[in-house]
């Protein structure tokens, strides 16, 4: 089975140009998000879709900051315009869901952009 | 608002002895808290989780500990090997409703052979 599915790897942007990953969650993971990891620090959540609906966006930086998960499968996260501030992994999550059963809560990572604002 | 605070922000142990890592949180709501390995530059793996309606789960060497009227809980590594080196994660969520789920600063890990 194919694991979570995130592009490009690694992003080097100067300051105020547009950025934007990509992220193809676990087959039939109706849950996804995405988080910004700082270095040393833990995964903030910026935004969780249940299927193709924004269900928690309330970290997400609404002023520059923007995604969408067009037929509720694949996603996009965009920063326009980018700053310095902006340096970090972004990481893509998927679950089967988040009812209260068996292993629906169990989030798949992806492998994470790594975004560079010079 | 709701919080994860995750001690030590570092741990060094001796091959072979035991690692612990503690977690408290804030959210009354919260009822499930698992456990992410991030080795570096690669991506978090969940190791571990516990639901709220149970008090411990052990997987092999690893085993985790919950104690909702205190809001904390603990990672346990025994019989620590060099490739348990790592960053620990700990998170905790609620699925009532609007879902929260916030995850600790982290625990880097060291094995000393």
């Known amino acids: 089975e194919a694991g979570v599915v995130q592009s490009p790897r690694y992003k080097i942007i100067e300051k105020k140009q547009p950025v934007a990953f990509w992220c193809n969650p676990i087959s039939g993971h109706n849950t996804l998000y995405w988080y910004r990891q700082n270095l040393g620090q833990g995964p903030e959540l910026l935004i969780r879709y249940e299927n193709e609906e924004a269900v928690d966006d309330s970290q997400l930086p609404k002023d520059r900051f923007s995604a969408e998960r067009l037929k509720g499968v694949d996603s996009t996260l965009k920063i326009q315009p980018a700053e310095l501030g902006d340096s970090a992994v972004y990481l893509c999550a998927s679950s089967l869901g988040a009812e209260w059963t068996g292993s629906s809560y169990e989030q798949y990572f992806g492998p994470g952009t790594r975004l560079t604002v010079t | 608002g709701e919080n994860v605070e995750q001690h030590p922000s570092t741990l060094s142990v001796q091959e072979g002895d035991s690692a612990v890592i503690k977690c408290t949180y804030s959210?009354?709501?919260?009822?499930?808290f698992p456990w992410y390995k991030q080795e570096l530059g690669k991506r978090p793996q969940l190791i571990i989780d516990i639901r709220s309606n149970v008090g411990e789960k052990k997987d092999q060497r690893i085993a985790v500990t919950l104690n909702k009227t205190a809001k904390h809980f603990s990672l346990h590594i025994t019989e620590t090997q060099p490739e348990d080196s790592a960053v620990y994660f700990c998170?905790?969520?609620?699925?009532?409703?609007?879902?929260?789920?916030?995850f600790g600063s982290g625990t880097r890990l060291s094995i000393r052979p």
């Open positions: 998170a905790a969520s609620s699925w009532a409703g609007a879902s929260k789920i916030i």
């Open positions: 959210d009354s709501a919260s009822n499930y």
